[in-house]
């Protein structure tokens, strides 16, 4: 992954990680250890998903940039699926407290969102690559003559 991709990847997890952090810290406090284990499940699951897609959408958009909104859709509807999936596989469980995974898959999309928005506001990344053979603002083209 280039310096760029690591950067966004990073400054997108570390605030989600803080945010399941505190989410399993109140989760522990109001519901009990299952609720820290559910907190804690949705924390990875969100990381997991979230950059599992950031970093596919960043290939494809280097590789088939024209495939790109296509794959963003269909990245996001398969995230939506495979929750659903893991959803229904542990519908009954008793290993974590449903309410605190839940509330905390909320929060922690919600902070991986919003983190991943700004930081691809504060990045410079170059839309457009710039053509080598014009001048800058600061060169000037040494033509003589007139430009007729």
């Known amino acids: 992954m280039p310096s760029n991709d690591v950067r966004i990847l990073a400054q997108a997890a570390v605030p ?3 945010v399941g952090a505190i989410a399993a810290v109140v989760s ?4 009990g250890g299952k609720g820290a284990i559910g907190a804690g499940v949705a924390t990875v699951l969100v990381i997991l998903f979230m950059g599992v897609s950031l970093y596919v959408l960043q290939r494809i958009a280097k590789t ?3 495939l790109f909104q296509g794959m963003g859709l269909l990245l996001y509807a398969a995230q939506i699926l ?3 999936i893991f959803m229904a596989a ?14 905390t898959l909320v929060a922690g999309t919600l ?3 919003g983190a991943q928005t700004w930081a691809h506001m504060k990045s410079k990344i170059l839309y457009v690559e ?3 053979s014009t001048p800058t603002k600061g060169e000037q083209s040494h033509k003589s003559g007139h430009s007729s």
């Open 16 to 18: 989600t990680v803080a």
């Open 28 to 31: 522990g406090v109001v519901a």
């Open 64 to 66: 088939l940039p024209h």
């Open 82 to 84: 495979l929750l659903f």
């Open 90 to 103: 542990f519908k009954n469980t008793t290993l974590f407290h449903p309410k605190a995974f839940a509330l």
């Open 111 to 113: 902070a991986w969102i």
């Open 130 to 132: 710039p053509d080598p």
